[in-house]
């Protein structure tokens, strides 16, 4: 069975720095290609960053490139988003994702003074 689990979420100041992690379960994430998305109150789903299968190639949304990086600890079969410089913008729920299919039940995030 598949599972995703995200943590690490919580509330943070504008400025702020938060990790949150993803751990799975039931298959290797070095083999799928693993996103993280979000969804900010009242909107729809929004693409954060991604990371290739095998090699670990990662991608960003403009609107976080430069500020989150994604990255996995391969033997904990675990991903992670460092986001640093938080904008209350970046306030919604955050969902790590396996490709454009299973997702974890989201860690919320908060930026706001």
């Known amino acids: 069975e598949v599972q995703l689990v995200e943590s690490g979420g919580g509330l943070v100041q504008p400025g ?6 993803c751990a799975a379960s039931g298959f290797t994430i070095t083999n799928y ?4 998305v979000r969804q900010a109150p ?4 929004e693409w954060v960053s991604g990371i290739t299968s095998g090699s670990g190639r990662t ?3 403009d609107s976080v490139k ?3 990086t994604i990255s996995r ?6 991903l992670f988003l460092q986001m640093n410089s938080l904008k209350p913008e970046d306030t919604g729920v955050y969902y790590c ?5 299973e997702r974890g039940q989201g ?3 908060t930026v706001s003074s």
Do not use: E
């Open 42 to 45: 009242g909107k729809g789903l």
């Open 59 to 61: 991608t960003y949304a």
């Open 97 to 101: 994702a396996r490709g454009l299919g």
């Open 16 to 21: 702020g720095s938060l990790k949150l992690s």
């Open 33 to 36: 290609f693993m996103n993280w």
């Open 107 to 109: 860690t919320q995030v």
């Open 73 to 78: 600890d391969n033997a904990k079969n675990t």
């Open 66 to 68: 430069g500020r989150f």
